[in-house]
T-cell receptor, first 113, second 115 residues
Framework: EAQVTQNPRYLITVTGKKLTVTCSQN?????MSWYRQDPGLGLRQIYY???????DKGDVPEGYKVSRKEKRNFPLILESPSPNQTSLYFC????????????FGDGTRLSIL | AQTVTQSQPEMSVQEAETVTLSCTYD???????LFWYKQPPSRQMILVIR??????QNATENRFSVNFQKAAKSFSLKISDSQLGDTAMYFC????????????FGTGTRLTIIP
């Protein structure tokens, strides 16, 4: 089954404690992206990757890091989380061969205390 | 930069009725895609319908259809014979035909179907 898998689904942690949200897709997609969803703001892109070792900032990259060492994985790293990063996070992937809709993961609810 | 505006934060409608959700966007490009995504309480992002800007014909998917007005930069979603399972947050989204495939989302409309 084609899917984008995010882990964890929920996480409550404290300010300053490094955390990683993993994202993996099994569709051999070149393009992967992270979004955060906040009430009244919709979804906003954090970082994206066009392929292995190619990453770039989206609209709200401050406080986040990503890496793309393998095609299937695109982890989101919060080196020193702060309460304003409390949000719902989505990973998405798609092929760049044609403009096909992005496949979304099921979301990760992060709470930073 | 492109923007997407959904001016109705919340809507409600009786079951079996028809409801229309509004979306406007702003872009200087001629080629692009528009989408409506549904987000039920389970939080999943489910693609409801898509529209290619170069196509004049409005897209339809069963009970869901769009009214795409390119000159007016308007992209509304019509849900016919609404069902309880249609209760969800609905997001309008935009992406360029070519490019990095970033999706720009509106702020969402929370739709409640009343039994």
């Amino acid at each position: 089954e084609a899917q984008v898998t995010q882990n964890p689904r929920y996480l409550i942690t404290v300010t300053g404690k490094k955390l990683t949200v993993t994202c993996s897709q099994n569709m051999n997609h070149e393009y992967m992206s992270w979004y955060r969803q906040d009430p009244g703001l919709g979804l906003r892109q954090i970082y994206y990757s066009m392929n292995v070792e190619v990453t770039d900032k989206g609209d709200v990259p401050e406080g986040y890091k990503v890496s793309r060492k393998e095609k299937r994985n695109f982890p989101l790293i919060l080196e020193s989380p702060s309460p304003n990063q409390t949000s719902l996070y989505f990973c998405a992937s798609s092929t760049t061969v044609s403009n096909q809709p992005q496949h979304f993961g099921d979301g990760t609810r992060l709470s930073i205390l | 930069a492109q923007t997407v505006t959904q001016s109705q934060p919340e809507m409600s409608v009786q079951e079996a009725e028809t409801v229309t959700l509004s979306c406007t966007y702003d872009t200087s490009e001629n080629n692009y895609y528009l989408f409506w995504y549904k987000q039920p309480p389970s939080r999943q992002m489910i693609l409801v319908i898509r529209q290619e800007a170069y196509k004049q014909q409005n897209a339809t998917e069963n009970r869901f259809s769009v009214n795409f007005q390119k000159a007016a930069k308007s992209f509304s979603l019509k849900i016919s014979d609404s069902q309880l399972g249609d209760t969800a947050m609905y997001f309008c989204a935009f992406t360029y035909y070519f490019g990095n495939e970033k999706l720009t989302f509106g702020t969402g409309t929370r739709l409640t179907i009343i039994p």
